[in-house]
């Protein structure tokens, strides 16, 4: 970068509330919708063994489900297709032209738990995943759907962007080795598809609202990025 750029840089990030950057640990996530006794309705009918012990809200302080180590936002994508005349273009390109958003199915997000005591993974997403390829989605009376809510906060504590995925469900819960080595502790992943998600209003409108620059912020002024 030439000079001038350099110190917009500088200035941009050390001065003005909307570059600032957040630290990356302050993110919740919460589950709600399907329990318990939903899923182990569905494994008792079909005589299974499996069944949900505990629910995630029983292993959620302060908003967020505490085992819950890492969140991986889906991609948003779209489909094309090429347009034109016949095989020949008559030296000309193809133009393409999208054809629809992508499915519900690549949007995919996961979520990794780490393996506690009361091993999330084991004694309630498994029989989720159990209970869903045995009812299915569509049957009435039976709710096997959850509303997740992702939350990210700046410095300061203050919301600062969120997702809410509506009717999300698990298609996969991965499997695990255990062995004699000394590793680390165990995280599982669990990968969800939803019917839609949506961003999560915000409680301010513009960066002016957020408040001006204080020199006082030990993370370098109103720390709202």
């Known amino acids: 970068m030439a000079g001038p750029q350099i110190n917009d840089f500088l200035q941009a990030f050390s001065r003005e509330a909307e570059y600032f950057l957040s630290i990356p640990v302050l993110w919740t996530v919460s ?33 967020t489900i505490l085992p819950a180590q890492a969140v991986a936002i889906p991609q948003e994508s779209a489909n094309f297709t090429p347009m ?22 690549s949007r995919q997000f996961s979520i990794n738990f780490l393996e ?28 096997l759907k959850s509303t997740i809510t992702v939350n990210q906060y700046s410095n300061d504590g203050k ?10 469900f698990p ?31 915000l409680p301010f409108q513009t960066i002016s609202d957020r408040g001006s620059f204080d020199n006082t912020n030990p993370f370098g002024g109103r720390s709202i990025a």
């Open 159 to 168: 919301l600062r962007k969120g997702y809410r995925f509506k009717k999300a």
């Open 116 to 143: 506690t005591r009361l091993d999330l993974e084991h004694e309630f997403f498994r029989p989720w995943q159990i209970a869903i390829g045995i009812k299915g989605l569509i049957e009435r009376g039976v709710n």
């Open 171 to 201: 298609v996969a819960v991965e499997g695990y080795t255990m062995d004699y080595e000394n590793t680390d502790f165990p995280i599982k992943s669990v990968t969800f598809v939803c019917e839609d998600y949506e961003q999560i209003p």
């Open 84 to 105: 034109g005349a016949g095989d020949s273009y008559g030296g000309f390109l193809p133009g393409y032209a999208m054809t629809s958003r992508a499915d519900f199915l």
């Open 31 to 63: 589950i709600d919708g399907v329990t318990e006794s939903s899923i182990n309705s569905v494994l008792s009918d079909a005589g299974q063994k499996w069944k949900a012990n505990i629910s995630p809200n029983a292993m959620t302080k302060s908003g």
